[in-house]
């Protein structure tokens, strides 16, 4: 089963946004879960990943010490709480499953084989 994005919209710059991401129980046991996202015309990057196993946790540089990715493993839901927002992250947020590891902690897209169809999150200015 797909993983469900939710959770995004408009906000202003410095504001906050949780996204959620659910999935069935299968998709995201012993799993790592990273969430990305893509704007207009760039590149999709990875933002921050969590095992499912081992709740360790990876950021990119742009999501240190504003972004906060954890899971309730019960609820098979992986949140992302983000903080500080600004323009320039507006895009799609995915979340999406790898089989844990090195390169899936660090958010390696084709490690990911199971993708949500996104959120889109707008920051204004």
């Known amino acids: 089963v797909q993983p469900v994005e939710s959770g995004g919209g408009l906000v202003q710059a410095g504001g906050s946004l949780r996204l959620s991401c659910v999935a069935s129980e299968s998709t995201f046991a012993g799993r790592t879960i990273g969430w990305f996202r893509q704007a207009p015309g760039k590149e999709r990057e990875g933002v921050a990943s969590i095992s499912f196993w081992d709740l360790s946790t990876y950021y990119s540089d742009s999501a240190r010490d504003r972004f906060t990715v954890s899971s309730n493993n019960a609820k098979n839901t992986v949140y992302l709480q983000m903080n500080s927002l600004k323009p320039e992250d507006t895009a799609i947020y995915f979340c999406?499953?790898?089989?844990?590891?090195?390169?899936?902690?660090?958010?390696?897209?084709?490690?990911?084989?199971?993708w949500g169809q996104g959120t889109q999150v707008t920051v204004s200015s």
């Open positions: 999406a499953a790898a089989w844990d590891g090195a390169l899936a902690q660090a958010m390696s897209i084709p490690e990911f084989d199971s």
